[in-house]
């Protein structure tokens, strides 16, 4: 199975990349017409008036052969990298998929089949597999599978962008990156920068049973840069990445970014961190900035929320869930301050869009209100096992070749009603330590022990940063930090970070998803030092 | 048409679409068959057909890769045209090294078995339906995954290297929880073929874990002696697998580089007796003959009795320092020790953990190769040489490296297992100073 070993040879290390930056407005409901580009006409292999009859196809062969629900998806999948070493570019590569996606569900039981082929001969094929698994996994199906209703709708939707990524020229996309080590090299101790572009382009024509028909193009970039600072002497070395996140935007979004002007201070970032002093481990005050929250959220609040867990769906693998079904409504997950909420409405946010990969209209709805826990991340027939009458719009599938199921909306914390900054929490701190960007992460199946890195580490005596500290790692338990937050900035001080992959699900799925954040405080938490493996 | 007759349909495009570039093309089908379970019911499965097209041009030090998986003569043309002008549009890479010529290429035996790559949903729910009964039986709940399938792929040159490899692979992994979700267990098996997956024995282990872990004690956070499943060390192989590179050992990024300059190569880093090989030509590791260039894998001892034999070498690098390029290997063997079983190195153990399997394993200082993770599935207290019973998980921060530095012993069985990276076989090993960071109060 060489194509999934090849898909976990390059997720498994490094999954959940990312990275200050400022966000784009950009419109979440159907733009204007004219505002977004079309997409270039050679880039769909199949027209859409034969799309139509290949998912009608598929449709009609799933319900003739039992069927009493079906969704037919057409879905390709572009991606464009392009990585570089110092002053030169070691790949350009551009991969894409594309195919038909068919799940029934018969006999009271889920089935599924794809194939790279579209055709209305491929559509009956598909749906005899699906059809063939669906039978075959009757016998094992103990709970009847409900289906929340959802309007039925004909819809097209698209990223709003100004320039579509995939139009610019590949040389200009290198030479973004390129123009970075002369910049990056003035600075003494630098030996190495590694970079990399991203342009993703994903396209579908999803068609339901019901009678629903939505277009969506979802288009998102990226870029990521780190340089390596070196002591020939020691033989230390240590890396320090750039903090732009990856967002649902065109081109325009990467070329108005300051990578070039932060370059030179990315430098001297590294060049700090290694001459750094070791943190003393022990209990501090954390400030942590938005581009450092916001991986924090992702795993303490938007995996422990997603129902599937919580009731043992995922068990196998990604695992379980403190915030079990019981708690909803009575659990403090957080001190007063604290408000987080879901959504696919954000503009800008990498898991946004019109309508998820079942058909339901997007929506923003709270997880975690005023510290109480208060929502869970739902698709169609997850809906009813909480009570709920319709889905919160959350199924997501990457492919054609994938299955869609329960995935992370974008989950934000809400910014406080004071106009704090990161620079009101400093000046209010004691004895802390600041955090920025992301380093090393980890959380354990249920979503209580988690221990997280950063790409900056300073020191804050007296209400200043003193300087600089290195080997620094926060463990704590999801609950008792979120209690401990006592500051949350303000609006002006919230930013949207994000990642271009989170994975989930067997086979794994990878999903792209946004955190929005302002900086907040937490207080007392566990700091460890690891360049001497955690100990005290 | 099968991938070798693409991949040579492929390379004539090039050279006919762009004429004195050179160009590589790689093409696979494959299947990717699985069931899924949890809640003690089959959950979601699919029967998912793959085909993928890669085509690499170059024009001088200008390349580019583009890939699709569209097999009709005008599509495979447009993916010639979209990889050879993207090459023209590349600005210039210095480490390019061209596509490589014919290579002696072996054939690995026992790398595919047909009924594995065509298995049916019928027989995967049947093993499903096995591990939820003796789940059931047991009054606990399962979870896990059924996936079979393999590939068929071919590479060909305009150099005229022509390779192809066929490989098939089934796996199924089991994880049982008592329903207050106070215990865990889980059990998991990789083969060629399904055939050598035994659903029932697997789920036997899993639940008996399950059973045995509940309400487990207290144990505190300290460096231990431990004794690692198959599971954990494969988890942990894949980081040190990471690291072993030449290049950046030679550029003083890595745990292997030597302070001062160069690399540790010839250094006596393990405990006596690691020995890790790569080998696709070993029976109980067959895998790809060739990497993602089409460069032959010859088998490697990277480890030898404790000391540090070879490193990763790109075809660049290698050029560059004067060395032979070793690929990344597809499969890597860890060999067996002198423990009977698994029993028998808790009965070497005074106190200590026997640990299941580990969890969301992230780097954490690749100066030291030290990494952060979760026990998971089942951590037992030994004392005396016996299992006492179950305790908390733990949050480690631990290298592999040292792990392997401070083996004490380990299994003469190796076993296969559904790991990330390549394909691998680990035995058990007892370790010591293990570090535990916190306890996790997950189940």
Redesign the interface.
Known sequence: ?????AF??QS??AALGAGCGATAARSISPPPPGVAPPAPE?AR?VPEATLAAVLGRALDEAKRAGATYADARVHQRRHET?RT?ED????????????LALRVLAFG?????????VSEVDAADVAR??I??AR??A?????KIDLAPTPVVTEKWQTAMSVDPFTV???DR??LL?ALWPEAKKVRGI??LDGGTHASDEWKLLATSEGSLIEQRIVRVGVDYQV?A?N?K????VTRAHELPPMQAGWEYIAGASLLADARKIAEDAVEKLAAAPVVPGKKDLILAPSNLWLTIHESVGHPTELDRA???????A??S?ATVDKLGKLKYASDLVSIVADKTTPGGLASCAYDDEGVRTQEWPLVQKGLFVGYQTTREQAGWIGEKESRGTAYAQDH?A?P?QRMPNVSLRPGEKPLKLSDLVSATDDGILISGNG??????????F?F?GQMFYEVKKGKVTRALK?V?Y?A?SLEFWKSCDMVGGKESWQLHGSLSDGKG??PQSNAVSHGCPPARFRGV?I?N??R???A | MNPAEVAAQVVALIKQQAPGAEGRATV?F?R?N???????????????????IAVTVARGKR?????????EPA?LS?LVK??AT??S???????WMGVLGPQALRTPTGAFDAATFAL???V??EA??KV?AAADGKGV?A???Y?A???T?ALATTAGLVASHS???ASL???A?NPE?TGSGWAGAERVAASELDASALAAVAVDKAVRSQKPGAAEPKPWKVVLDPACVAEML??FL?ALDARRAD???SFF?????GTRLGEKMFAPGITLKGDPFDPATPA?PYDGEGLAIEPTTFVENGTLRSLVTSRFWANKTGTQPRPRPTAVHLLGGEAQSVEQLIAMVDRGLYVTRF???????P??M?I???T?DGVFLIEKGVIKGPVN?F?F???PAAVLAKAKAWTQETARVPA???VMRVPAILTEDF?M???????
């Open positions: 199975m060489l194509s999934r070993r976990v040879i498994s290390l050679a292999p392009i070493r030169h570019v070691t790949d350009a590569t551009s991969i894409e998929t594309y195919g039981a889920w089935g599924f089949a794809s194939s790279p082929r597999r699906a063939a698994i075959a996994n016998g094992a199906q103990k709970r020229a590949l040389a290198a030479a390129l030996a190495f390596t070196k020939d020691t033989g230390e070395f009731l043992g769906y995922e068990a196998g693998y695992g379980t403190f070749e299955f199921f090393s992460w980890s959380i354990d199946q249920q979503r209580y022990n221990q890195g080997d790692a463990q338990n067997e086979p566990n460890i690891t360049g493996r955690g100990a | 696979s494959g990717n699985e069931t899924r379970f949890a809640a003690n019911e089959i959950t979601t499965a699919g029967d998912v057909e793959v085909t993928r390349h580019a890769t583009a890939s699709h998986n569209r097999l599509a447009d979209r990889a993207m090459a549009l590349a600005p210039e890479d210095p480490e049916s949903s019928d995967r729910a499903a339906k939820i709940v979870a896990g995954f996936s399938g393999g590939a792929s490989s098939s692979e992994t089991v994880s929880r979700g894949a980081f990471d550029e003083g990024r580089s030597k302070k001062g300059g790809s969890w969301y394993t992230r780097w954490l200082d100066q030291t030290t952060t993770g979760l998971r998980n949050r921060n631990e290298s990330r990276g390549p570090h960071a916190s306890v996790s109060a997950a189940v």
